[in-house]
């Protein structure tokens, strides 16, 4: 999976890079390619998370909104993430999901970094049961209902918030472009994806070398 979200990265920078290119000679075009990229790709709300590498419309929720605060987010600093969406009715009819249907559901976490010298490095997977959970003192993953109370799972009927504060430490973090992966499933026969995203940026990290 790993490999495969990385080359996704880079194909969108090859894309990313090819439209640069092309601006110098068809600018008024290279602006309609960006919009268009960036209407298929970008997560709606405040962050810079892009949908994949599960294409948008092969995961299960509608996604309301993502907020990332601060955005770029940065190193040794809490941050917020907060991710609200539904699952549509017709999915779950299709699916025959019942109330509980989130249950046993993961979260698989992964990142990936590109160095100024242009070295990479990947770490993860990672996967934890998607449910509100402790993490440590100053990180906690909640998840709420339509009402705001607060429940283990997401919920497969009405509206459903995730909520997670965090914190990346600088000293043992390496300055670079980061990429973040978080996949959700629904631990069913199929392994049907939840949703799907990644976000990538510059860190700065306290670490040299
Ligand atoms: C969750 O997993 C347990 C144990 O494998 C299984 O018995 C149960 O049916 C699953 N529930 C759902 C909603 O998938």
Redesign the pocket.
């Known amino acids: 999976m790993m490999k495969s979200t990385f080359l996704h990265f880079l194909n969108l920078c090859a894309a990313a890079l090819a439209i640069t290119s092309d601006a110098k000679t068809t600018k008024q075009k290279t602006l309609f390619s960006v919009d268009i990229m960036a209407e298929q790709d970008k997560v709606r709300g405040h962050s810079d998370a892009v949908y994949g590498p599960v294409p948008k419309e092969d995961q299960l929720l509608n996604v309301e909104f993502l907020e990332i605060a601060p955005t770029p987010i940065i190193a040794d600093r809490i941050f917020f993430v907060y991710l609200r969406g539904y699952i549509p009715e017709s999915k779950k009819k299709e699916l025959g999901l019942?109330d509980?249907?989130l249950?046993?559901a993961t979260l698989t976490v992964s990142s990936s970094v590109v160095y100024p010298d242009g070295k990479s490095e990947d770490s993860g997977p990672l996967t934890v049961p998607f449910k509100t959970m402790f993490l440590s003192d100053d990180a906690h993953l909640v998840i709420r209902d339509t009402r705001g109370a607060q429940v283990d799972y997401l919920p497969s009927s009405g509206r459903g918030d995730v909520l997670l504060d965090f914190q990346i430490p600088t000293l043992f973090l390496k300055s670079g472009v980061w990429t973040f992966n978080v996949d959700a499933r629904l631990?069913?026969e199929s392994n049907t994806c939840v949703f799907a995203m990644s976000l990538s940026q510059w860190l700065d990290g306290g670490l040299k070398g």
């Open positions: 019942l509980e249907g249950v046993n631990g069913d």
